[in-house]
């Protein structure tokens, strides 16, 4: 979770800099939080693709296919949890 603070820290301060000025405060927050979601709703859609590729695998891997798409979707699950008990 801190990971993707960082980064979309980074990435409103590189937003900033290319508007050549400064965000006041609550400008900072709202475009950190923006990004933010970004990148968990890339992050979770990239997942989501893994998901759907684990599950379109030949006959006889489809049992450890199931349990790989479980354990992605396990992960995706604690991670919103996780984020909101951040907000």
Request: aromatic share 4%; hydrophobic share 40%; proline share 0%.
């Given at each position: 979770?801190?990971?993707?603070?960082?980064?979309?820290?980074?990435?409103?301060?590189?937003?900033?800099?290319?508007?050549?000025?400064?965000?006041?405060p609550e400008q900072s927050t709202e475009v950190g939080r923006i990004v933010e979601q970004a990148v968990i709703k890339g992050m979770l859609e990239g997942q989501h693709r893994a998901v759907d590729a684990a599950l379109h695998c030949p006959e006889s891997e489809r049992d450890m296919a199931h349990k790989i798409a479980t354990a992605i979707r396990r992960e995706n699950d604690a991670l919103i949890a996780n984020l909101s008990s951040m907000r």
């Open positions: 979770m801190e990971r993707l603070q960082e980064i979309a820290k980074e990435a409103t301060g590189e937003i900033s800099a290319l508007l050549d000025g400064k965000f006041t």
